[in-house]
């Protein structure tokens, strides 16, 4: 399960002083709602969801997530950055879960992403080993994967076990021996 999409944790920067509380909170609140509608979530019809991700105003989301929001224009550096890389996070997985492959088939990684099932580590190697039978599911998924390291500075709940499999998941996409598998 993609520790993101389990719990969001709430961000404690130290630099609240320079913006209100409450204005941090209320652009979260919002940027998360916003992300939220703009990618799939556990439950949700892939394809409906996957359409809805592309509409112009998602787009333009994803482009520039606090541009719109007014409630995101006072907030600190720090927090622009948490919000921006969880944005950047949810973005790359979606376009993960939602690309087919030349045969119609969806990334393997993809559905590891969005789920509620306990995965364990078989599940995850083997989600891993699929992906690499696609060359843009290995882009997809080095994407999806160096975001979630990123993001996951910002997580107090971070599993470590978790983390190391992402670790070792984009090593092996960026070995040979996955490469030599991919087709493009």
Not at 6 to 32: G, H, M, R, W, Y
């Amino acid at each position: 399960m993609k520790f993101s999409t389990a719990i969001v944790a709430l961000f404690a920067a130290a630099s609240t002083i320079a913006a209100p509380v409450n204005t941090f909170d209320q652009c979260q609140k919002e940027v998360f709602s916003v992300t939220s509608a703009c990618t799939a979530e556990v439950g949700e019809d892939r394809v409906q969801a996957c359409a809805d991700s592309l509409s112009e105003k998602c787009q333009n989301f994803f482009n520039s997530p606090l541009k719109y929001i007014t409630q995101c224009q006072n907030i600190t550096e720090q927090q622009k950055t948490y919000l921006e890389e969880f944005v950047n996070e949810r973005h790359a997985d979606n376009n993960l879960y939602c690309h087919k492959n030349p045969d119609g088939k969806y990334c393997a990684f993809g559905d590891v992403l969005i789920t509620d099932k306990k995965l364990t580590e078989d599940d995850f190697k083997n989600a891993i080993k699929a992906s690499c039978d696609c060359h843009e599911c290995v882009s997809l998924t080095i994407e999806s994967i160096k975001n979630t390291i990123t993001a996951a500075k910002y997580r107090k709940d971070t599993q470590s076990t978790y983390l190391n499999w992402y670790k070792n998941g984009l090593a092996y996409l960026q070995s040979e021996e996955c490469l030599a598998h991919a087709h493009h």
